[in-house]
């Protein structure tokens, strides 16, 4: 995944180093002349001929790693015996791992966690499977499901590829929840074994995050162990965007003084996530949605030979506009971007009714950047860190999750989402809110709480939670 421009990582450089064929002022002055910035310096190892040393270096991006790199290779009596990151540092052996919550330290706490006292709880959970949520880990552990076929920016690089980003979502959900999760990824593209094999595994866990799978599979998929599962099953790449989004938009309509409801709002990039944030946008009460991709704007009566693009025109575009982006974007009070990088063009911009709001969240790169729009859009929002209103998913699975299991919540369902997308929105406070900051921080210790509230009211009110409200009295 490319690097932010104007963003900056840390590189550690091994050298071995012969002593009469060059001095380390030479080396530092080759890699101060790339561009390279030295912040440490440490010797591994040093003989009477030669020393290893490992040169600390801060560096812009790739490319400007490749380019030190290669100076030093060049200079005589240098060997690079090895290029490390913080990034690739903080991946060694990967980033999680399984710790034991009570320790074994004789022989009666191994009769007690293992043989022969387990088998009587073996036995208590085979009489009433139910105790499975309360004597085992599916109480609190969630399932990160993958593919590997549409990993964020990468595409289909397959599941050893996409393990490291499942190890990361599975460090969120502890970090910001408590929520155990374990990362799975499949060596298959086969909608049909996805399916047995989830299905198959899904006695050990409390819920399924299915990540980073293609559409139109991703659908299907979802759909299917939705049906045939009794846990909770949430494709985060759609259904967190759409939370998210939609509490975005919650506080960006606020801010300018319109209704969301009464939007005109144009979407760009009808695939997983585009249809899930239609949908929930539907679901908050939005009438007027145009859809867009390859075709133009999607609308009703036209096969695309595409089923999610045949639902999508029969139930959006009510006034039936037609034509490209550029033609549908007039007087369009919202854009919402899921597709990719140039989608949008100033001109498009300029067209958009006054105090105009666009969400362009391709990664890495959005439809707009938001240089190029600066005074002219009134709300600008990104997927990426580096600018402000960053739409990311972990404002809305972490706390989500941790409602659902905590109420034993069967599925998940379109009044949560709405409930997590208020809940998210109202963390920024009226004094808080402004044209920079519409979203909580990703780091703001309320969001997570906020939501898991709001989500066990939504549960207990629709009648799918499992377990008494653990709120009330015992």
């Known amino acids: 995944m490319a690097v932010p421009t104007g963003a900056s990582t840390t590189i550690i450089l091994r050298l071995e180093i012969d002593k009469q064929g060059i001095t380390f002022g030479q080396i530092a002055t080759a890699i101060g002349d790339a561009g390279g910035d030295i912040v440490a310096i440490d010797v591994t190892r040093s003989t009477k001929d030669s020393t290893i040393r490992d040169i600390t270096v801060n560096v812009t991006d790739q490319l400007h790693t490749k380019r030190i790199e290669e100076v030093t290779r060049r200079l005589p009596g240098v060997k690079l015996l090895n290029v490390s990151d913080q990034t690739f540092l903080m991946h060694l052996g990967g980033k999680i791992e399984m710790n034991p919550k009570v320790p074994i330290k004789n022989r009666d706490d191994l009769s007690r966690v293992y043989t022969p006292g387990v088998a009587r709880v073996c036995m208590a959970i085979h009489e009433e499977p139910s105790r499975a949520h309360s004597l085992t880990i599916k109480r609190n552990t969630v399932a990160v499901v993958s593919d590997g076929s549409a990993v964020l920016g990468l595409g289909n690089i397959g599941p050893l590829g996409a393990m490291p980003v499942m190890e990361g979502k599975a460090m969120l959900f502890k970090q910001f929840a408590g929520v155990d999760a374990f990362p799975i990824c499949l060596e298959t593209q086969d909608t049909e074994e996805i399916i047995r094999t ?143 990088p140039g989608v949008l063009k100033v001109e498009d911009v300029k067209r958009m009714a006054p105090d105009s709001i666009v969400f362009a969240m391709a990664n890495p790169t959005p439809e707009i950047s938001p240089d190029e729009v600066e005074g002219i859009v009134r709300v600008m929002a990104t997927g990426r860190s580096d600018y402000p209103n960053q739409i990311n998913n972990v404002l809305c699975f972490p706390g989500l999750f941790r409602g659902m ?26 004094e808080e809110l402004n044209e920079s900051y519409i979203v909580p921080s990703v780091f703001n210790q309320h969001v997570a709480e906020r939501v898991r509230e709001a989500v066990l009211d939504a549960a207990y009110s629709s009648g799918i939670a499992r377990r008494r409200d653990i709120r009330e009295p015992k």
């Open 198 to 340: 989830i299905k198959n595994i899904a006695p050990a866990f409390g819920g399924i995050n299915l990540e980073d799978i293609s559409a139109p599979r991703c659908f299907e998929i979802e759909e299917r162990l939705v049906q045939e599962l009794d846990i909770p099953v949430f494709h985060d790449d759609q259904h967190g965007t759409a939370v998210v989004l939609l509490a975005g938009l919650l506080n960006a309509t606020k801010l300018v003084g319109k209704r969301l409801e009464d939007c005109k709002v144009v979407l760009a990039g009808v695939g997983a996530a585009g249809t899930a944030c239609t949908k929930i946008l539907l679901s908050a009460g939005v009438r007027n949605i145009i859809g867009v991709d390859r075709q133009g704007a999607l609308v009703a009566g036209q096969d695309y030979g595409n089923a999610t693009w045949n639902w999508y025109g029969e139930n959006t575009n009510p006034n039936r506009e037609e034509g490209k982006l550029s033609d549908v974007i007039e007087g369009a009070d919202i854009f919402i971007g899921v597709s990719g």
């Open 405 to 430: 299991l905590d109420c034993r919540a069967s599925r998940v369902t379109e009044e949560m989402k709405l409930a997590a997308a208020r809940a998210i929105a109202s963390v920024v406070t009226d």
